[in-house]
T-cell receptor, first 111, second 113 residues
Framework: DQQVKQNSPSLSVQEGRISILNCDYT??????FLWYKKYPAEGPTFLIS?????DKNEDGRFTVFLNKSAKHLSLHIVPSQPGDSAVYFC??????????FGDGTTLTVKP | KAGVTQTPRYLIKTRGQQVTLSCSPI?????VSWYQQTPGQGLQFLFE???????NKGNFPGRFSGRQFSNSRSEMNVSTLELGDSALYLC????????????FGQGTRLTVV
């Protein structure tokens, strides 16, 4: 039973456009959500997070939206840059416990 | 401050052998989690240790085990290696009691031949 799902394995966008990465979860106990970015041969690095008491968190070009009723969150990157090309993982935690990760979405930003 | 350090970075073992991977978390972090990433797959959770106790465990066979020491350093052991154990093993450290991000090491690339 996969509790965190990223249904799109890959996404390709043009430089300057918006990238929207989606994530769905099933466990209503999750109260904190995070996005990580991973380059090849490196460990994932934290990008942005959101608490379940909020519906939006913004940090520069990155915005995460949370829809608790739909158990859905999304990461918006605008404008997208070639350096954003990486694998993006969505993660969720409950009570500051372990992080449950999705399978990742490979984003390719074309110049 | 120093990041998460995993050793070794690369390892080649033969089937049937056992292996021990090491992870030094960020100073002050009490939670260490281990993940397996295989090609084309996401991060599969192995286990989490907090203050020397296994707090969470994923769905991996008993050949996979771990421990955490009093200084929060953690080791992961895999016995009777199988070809399918070839993967990138990632360690992540976090505060463990606050909602904060996890910091990952660069991983240990294990190849079983």
């Amino acid at each position: 039973d996969q509790q965190v799902k990223q249904n799109s394995p890959s996404l390709s966008v043009q430089e300057g456009r918006i990238s929207i990465l989606n994530c769905d979860y099933t466990n209503s106990m999750f109260d904190y959500f995070l996005w990580y970015k991973k380059y090849p041969a490196e460990g994932p690095t934290f990008l942005i997070s959101i608490s379940s008491i909020k519906d939006k968190n913004e940090d520069g070009r990155f915005t995460v939206f949370l829809n608790k009723s739909a158990k859905h969150l999304s990461l918006h990157i605008v404008p997208s840059q070639p350096g954003d090309s990486a694998v993006y993982f969505c993660a969720a935690t409950a009570n500051a416990g372990k992080s449950t990760f999705g399978d990742g979405t490979t984003l390719t930003v074309k110049p | 401050k120093a990041g998460v350090t995993q050793t070794p970075r690369y390892l080649i073992k033969t089937r049937g052998q056992q292996v021990t991977l090491s992870c030094s978390p960020i100073s002050g972090h009490r939670s260490v989690s281990w993940y397996q990433q295989t090609p084309g797959q996401g991060l599969q959770f192995l286990f989490e240790y907090f203050s020397e106790t296994q707090r969470n465990k994923g769905n991996f066979p008993g050949r996979f085990s771990g421990r955490q020491f009093s200084n929060s350093r953690s080791e992961m052991n895999v016995s009777t290696l199988e070809l399918g154990d070839s993967a990138l093993y990632l360690c992540a450290s976090s505060h463990g009691q606050l909602n904060t991000e996890a910091f990952f090491g660069q991983g240990t690339r294990l190849t079983v031949v």
